[in-house]
């Protein structure tokens, strides 16, 4: 969406601001990753939604994040298909509070 309509940066920059005044704002880092996600930046996308996760206290909200996260996960660089293992993705979902 933000893609389409050139305004990724500014986008960015708009929840980057905001992190610095509210710097566990669930919803942010959740927006932010998916900004990040829809500008082909994979890892950086990665950090906002392991941000949100950690901040959150919704479960159902929870679930979708790791759901998120873990599909980002297996497409990046952070990912080795021919090494994958259950320790990785377990990694990605216990993410502690």
């Known amino acids: 969406m933000f893609n389409s309509l050139g305004k990724i940066d500014e986008a960015i ?6 992190i610095e005044i509210q710097s566990k704002h669930v919803d942010v880092y959740n927006n932010l990753g998916a900004v990040f996600k829809e500008g082909g930046e ?3 996308s990665i950090t906002c939604f392991q941000k ?3 901040f959150s206290t919704n479960k159902n909200y929870l679930i979708n994040l790791k759901i998120e996260l873990r599909n980002l996960a ?10 994958y293992s259950n320790d990785f ?9």
């Open 52 to 54: 949100a996760i950690k």
């Open 13 to 18: 920059q708009d929840y980057q601001k905001v």
């Open 89 to 97: 993705y377990e990694m990605l979902l216990n993410i502690k509070k």
């Open 74 to 83: 297996l497409k990046s660089s952070l990912f080795d298909s021919k090494n």
């Open 42 to 44: 994979r890892e950086k």
